[in-house]
């Protein structure tokens, strides 16, 4: 029974280019969660997701960032062309149900913008 | 707003002996769930411990517990006999238990565990 799943682990992305993070949940899960983690801070909530549903988006800065989790495969977390500022740790979450209260995480994806 | 403090940015305590880490958070909602996660240097987050805010009995994990208060708003939590895996960063976090998912998360605290 695997754990939720990140990658990469680690990307390296120069100004302007784009990344994208992938995310498959946990078997069984259809609700998704991002959070980002800038260094020496504790995480902040981006967009909550159900499948080819955005149930929260209250987190997400407005522009270059967008989120999916379409019917089938992973959860894409993506930002468009990226800024230093952008560099952090993303970490995904899921969760089987709306109410279910536990989220279970992923180990994170670390990106660096050069 | 929830918004959510944790006042001690680093602690230490000896192996074996016992360390508090203090939370406490503001939220408007009465009914909520509270976690505390660690992050070890590995990134991975682990969740510790739970406590649904309904419930005035204090959660309890083996060495880990809760001292909850409703009324003043805190959520601290004892490590009892500490050990050297303990040592990482805790993060504590309440949630709604309405329809949003989000944790709402302190800025941890950095726990060193000396031998």
């Known amino acids: 029974n695997a754990g939720v799943m990140q990658n990469p682990r680690h990307l390296v992305r120069r100004r302007g280019q784009e990344a994208r993070l992938r995310c498959s949940p946990m078997?069984?899960?259809?609700?998704v969660y991002w959070y980002r983690q800038l260094p020496e801070e504790g995480l902040k909530f981006m967009v909550y997701?159900?499948?080819?549903?955005?149930?929260?988006e209250s987190g997400m800065p407005k522009e270059r960032f967008s989120a999916e989790f379409p019917k089938e495969g992973p959860s894409i977390l993506r930002i468009q062309q990226v800024v230093r500022g952008d560099s952090a740790a993303y970490f995904c979450?899921?969760?089987?149900?709306?109410?279910?209260?536990?989220?279970?995480f992923g180990p994170g994806t670390r990106l660096t913008v050069l | 707003a929830q918004t959510v403090t944790q006042s001690q940015p680093e602690m230490s305590v000896q192996e074996a002996e016992t360390v508090t880490l203090s939370c406490t958070y503001d939220?408007?909602?009465?009914?909520?769930?509270l976690f505390w996660y660690k992050q070890p240097p590995s990134r991975q987050m682990i969740l510790v411990i739970r406590?649904?805010?309904?419930?005035?009995q204090n959660a309890t994990e083996n060495r880990f517990s809760v001292n909850f208060q409703k009324a003043a708003k805190s959520f601290s939590l004892k490590i009892s006999d500490s050990q050297l895996g303990d040592a990482a960063m805790y993060f504590c976090?309440?949630?709604?238990?309405?329809?949003?998912?989000?944790?709402?998360f302190g800025q941890g605290t950095t726990l060193q565990v000396k031998p």
């Open positions: 979450a899921s969760s089987p149900t709306r109410g279910y209260n536990e989220q279970f």
């Open positions: 078997k069984g899960h259809s609700h």
């Open positions: 406590q649904e805010a309904y419930k005035q």
């Open positions: 997701l159900q499948k080819e549903n955005i149930i929260d």
């Open positions: 976090a309440p949630k709604r238990s309405s329809n949003t998912g989000k944790l709402i």
């Open positions: 939220t408007s909602e009465s009914d909520y769930y």
